[in-house]
Nanobody, 126 residues
């Protein structure tokens, strides 16, 4: 079974930075593309960023371009989300997700991800 555990969430002031981590276990990490999604109260889960299995390709939602950076360290079975210049609108539960084994290509749809972490809360104060 593939398991994902997020960490690094917390409270930060507007303009600050935060780095989220997602540790993956149970299967070959490099075989699956990874993504970060977020869900704010009363809103649908939305795509934030994704990275291919090899780490050579990344893609970002327009709302976070130039502020967030997704990366992965396959040797450590970990994916990261560096968040800079945070705004109150970034407040949400952030979830790490993995595509099924053998699916290395990026996708922005929640339905394309087979495994999900429990989520970590990010709160940005004004």
């Amino acid at each position: 079974q593939v398991q994902l555990v997020e960490s690094g969430g917390g409270l930060v002031q507007a303009g600050g930075s935060l780095r989220l981590s997602c540790a993956v276990s149970g299967r070959t990490f490099s075989s699956s593309a990874m993504g970060w999604f977020r869900q704010a109260p009363g809103k649908e889960r939305e795509f934030v960023a994704a990275i291919s299995g090899s780490g050579s390709t990344t893609y970002y939602a327009d709302s976070v371009k130039a502020r967030f950076t997704i990366s992965r360290d396959n040797a450590k079975n970990t994916v990261y989300l560096q968040m800079n210049s945070l705004k109150p609108d970034d407040t949400a539960v952030y979830l790490c997700a993995a595509r099924s084994i053998g699916s290395p290509l990026i996708d922005t749809s929640t339905s394309r991800y087979a495994y999900w972490g429990q989520g970590t809360q990010v709160t940005v104060s004004s």
